[in-house]
């Protein structure tokens, strides 16, 4: 298996433009959480999917972040419009469902910066 | 204030040296998990702690949960530079998966 694949590997944009960040979860996982690393506030959840049904959203910063999840082997995060406190690194990670002890695979990230 | 203090937050040793870095909660957990996180790559899964008390071998690495499931060691012996990298914790807690903030291990040659 590939792993969780995510795209681009980098990002530089410039403030105001929309950003989209793709994820493709490991064949089988049912679940897919996309992550935000910064080195203030470490690895934060945004948001996290459940047979491609958003569960829980409450840690989208702002409007301006919005996911979707068309199928089970993509999703996507998008922000518009972007702005220089969103630099950081974005993570997509997939699992079995509720398997607590399971853990996550996560993806290689992607690393944003706005100027 | 934070689920999981892990410390300490930086560590810099060097090839050959022991340590052990620390993960702590006042809350009780089901289970703990470890994972590294080497530069420029998203965390990678170490071990599953689940029992109070439970120690896990991985290698030169030694986990263990504590009796009361509140928190957590991880131990290197002889520690290489392969072993440099972010150490972080995490729960699941609430229905979703807590990390700590990290232990930033440099591992001189």
């Known amino acids: 298996d590939a792993g969780v694949i995510q795209s681009p590997r980098h990002e530089v944009t410039e403030m105001g433009q929309e950003v989209t960040l793709r994820c493709k979860p490991i064949s089988g996982h049912n679940s897919l959480f996309w992550y935000r690393q910064t080195m203030m506030r470490g690895l934060e959840l945004l948001i996290y999917f459940n047979n491609n049904v958003p569960i829980d959203d409450s840690g989208m910063p702002e409007d301006r972040f919005s996911a979707k999840m068309p199928n089970a082997s993509f999703s996507t995060l998008k922000i518009q419009p972007s702005e220089p406190r969103d630099s950081a690194v974005y993570f997509c990670?997939?699992?079995?469902?509720?398997?607590?002890?399971?853990?996550?695979?996560f993806g290689s990230g992607t690393r944003l910066t706005v100027v | 204030t934070q689920l999981l203090e892990q410390s300490p937050q930086f560590l810099s040793i060097q090839e050959g040296e022991n340590l052990t870095v620390y993960c702590n909660s006042s809350?009780?957990?089901?289970?703990l998990q470890w994972y590294r996180q080497e530069p420029g790559e998203g965390p990678v899964l170490l071990v599953t702690v689940v029992t109070g008390g439970e120690v896990k071998k991985l290698k030169r690495l030694t986990f263990q949960f504590g009796d009361a499931r509140k928190d957590s060691s991880l131990h290197i012996t002889a520690a290489q530079p392969g072993d440099t990298g972010l150490y972080l914790c995490a729960v699941y807690n609430f229905n979703k998966f807590y990390f700590g903030s990290g232990t930033k291990l440099n591992v001189k040659p």
């Open positions: 809350s009780v957990f089901s289970s």
């Open positions: 990670a997939s699992n079995f469902g509720w398997e607590k002890s399971g853990g996550y695979t």
